[in-house]
């Protein structure tokens, strides 16, 4: 009979395969335990005891807190697989499976980006602005419809990379564990990740390891993308020299990378000024705009996004096989 760590070493490829399935089919149900909620209450209670003292003592505590997430989330994982596998092999696998569909993003996705495309189709702009401020960091009270349409590509083209293939990524290379670790990376970002008085110095090192973290991934989704955009008709060769001329620009140093093909695919512009706290913000500006931005560039966004959602599959489901 195989042993815990065969059984652990042999189903990569069925558990990454079962995760994505129950993420489309099921998404994000609110009522089911979730450990990302776990990872988020225990990022918030060693915050509060951490974040205090001078800005270099901040910052090694800063380091200390991404170790202790990361590494208990990856502990954690490891210990329940395990324990799960010593049960009942198929135990293992499922428990295996789950943690990987919780660490996925994608249905959730494409809803949140269908909550702001119904209330735009109705010409119900409050609404739209609502459905937006739950996705982005931005101010949303004052957008435009452009601006609404903007920012709804934007966190689309950005959380295609966070939320289903980086996922994806680790989860192929280590499992279930890996998966984990990297959302809880992905969750200490956006908890503590900004650049403000309170997490400038605390929240550095994980800011730092989500850029990291995401470096690979985020440069995967330009092919993916692009073969998404064959796959739909979309322009490629122009949105190959778009993302050359302009991913660089993004202030972060993977962002750039999806949206600039996103923008070229769909042919808009996205970038501009933001706003945050009140305060305007310049972001360099991804793609040409050869017409205006629409609702149906939303629907364009979604189906493009689906399908390289799907090529991430094939994608991970390779890499899995191979290791």
């Known amino acids: 009979m195989m042993n815990t760590m065969t059984m652990l070493s042999a189903t990569p490829p069925l558990i990454v395969l079962i995760g994505f399935l129950l993420d489309q089919v099921i998404g994000d149900p609110r009522r089911w335990p979730h450990p990302v909620v776990g990872i988020g209450n225990f990022i918030a209670l060693l915050e509060r005891h951490l974040n205090l003292g001078t800005p270099v003592i901040r910052r090694r505590y800063g380091v200390l807190l991404t170790f202790l997430v990361v590494g208990g989330s990856y502990l954690l994982t490891w210990v329940?697989?395990?324990?799960?596998?010593?049960?009942?092999?198929?135990?293992?696998l499922g428990v295996s499976a789950y943690f990987v569909?919780?660490?996925?993003?994608?249905?959730?996705?494409?809803d949140a980006g269908q909550s702001v495309l119904v209330p735009l189709q109705k010409s119900n702009l409050s609404e739209a602005r609502l459905q937006l401020a739950w996705l982005v960091s931005r101010d949303t009270d004052n957008l435009t419809e452009e601006g609404i349409i903007r920012g709804t590509i934007e966190t689309l083209a950005e959380n295609f990379v966070d939320g289903i293939l980086s996922p994806l990524f680790y989860a192929a290379l280590g499992g279930a564990p890996l998966a984990m670790?990297?959302?809880?990376?992905?969750?200490?970002?956006?908890?503590?990740?900004?650049?403000?008085?309170?997490?400038?110095?605390?929240?550095?090192?994980?800011?730092?390891?989500?850029?990291?973290?995401?470096?690979?991934?985020?440069?995967?989704?330009v092919l993916l993308l692009l073969l998404a955009g064959w796959l739909r008709r979309m322009p490629v060769r122009r949105t190959y020299q778009i993302w050359k001329r302009d991913?660089?620009?993004?202030?972060?140093?993977?962002?750039?990378?999806?949206?600039?093909?996103?923008?070229?695919?769909?042919?808009?512009?996205?970038?501009?000024i933001n706003s945050y706290h009140g305060q305007p913000h310049h972001r360099a500006e991804m793609g040409d705009a050869l017409h205006p931005v629409n609702a149906s560039d939303i629907v364009r966004c979604c189906h493009l996004v689906s399908t390289a959602t799907w090529l991430s599959l094939l994608t991970a489901l390779l890499i899995a096989y191979m290791v």
Do not use: C
């Open 247 to 272: 991913a660089s620009g993004h202030p972060s140093p993977n962002g750039g990378n999806p949206e600039s093909v996103v923008a070229g695919l769909l042919g808009v512009r996205l970038g501009g």
């Open 80 to 92: 329940a697989v395990w324990g799960a596998n010593a049960l009942h092999p198929l135990l293992g």
């Open 101 to 110: 569909f919780t660490s996925l993003a994608g249905k959730s996705l494409l």
């Open 181 to 221: 670790a990297f959302k809880a990376i992905s969750t200490l970002d956006s908890m503590v990740g900004y650049r403000n008085d309170r997490y400038e110095e605390f929240g550095w090192f994980s800011a730092q390891t989500d850029d990291w973290a995401n470096y690979v991934p985020a440069r995967l989704s």
